[in-house]
């Protein structure tokens, strides 16, 4: 899994692979070091029918989906749109957070 960062989005990026972990977990982690501490990235599988919530706080970013919204993502592959939501600021304005599978491994093998 990758992070990236921009200054009006945050992207959660996965291989196919780690997709379907996701959805045989319920969630799917990744620790990257730094310098001085580290940068720890989550994604939770809610139940269906739930809300997207996207939390960040310090050095931990979690991004929260409903199962179908998931599920249904994976069954339109392989489409480029991801899983967009727009969370709010603190200074009134949003950002977007993504999810997105990287389809470039699998479409190497075939």
Known sequence: MKLRIDSEKISFRLDLGELDLLLTQGEIIETTRLPQGSVT????????GSSAIFTA???HFTLSL????????????????GIISEFPCRDGGT????LEVNLKKKIRKT
Not at 41 to 48: E, G, H, R, S, V
Not at 66 to 81: C, F, Q, T, Y
Not at 95 to 98: C, F, G, T
């Open 57 to 59: 706080g310090g050095e």
């Open 95 to 98: 950002i977007q957070v993504s």
């Open 66 to 81: 409903a199962r179908d919204v998931i599920e249904n993502h994976k069954g339109e592959l392989p489409s480029l749109a």
């Open 41 to 48: 990235y989550k994604i939770i599988c809610l139940p269906a």
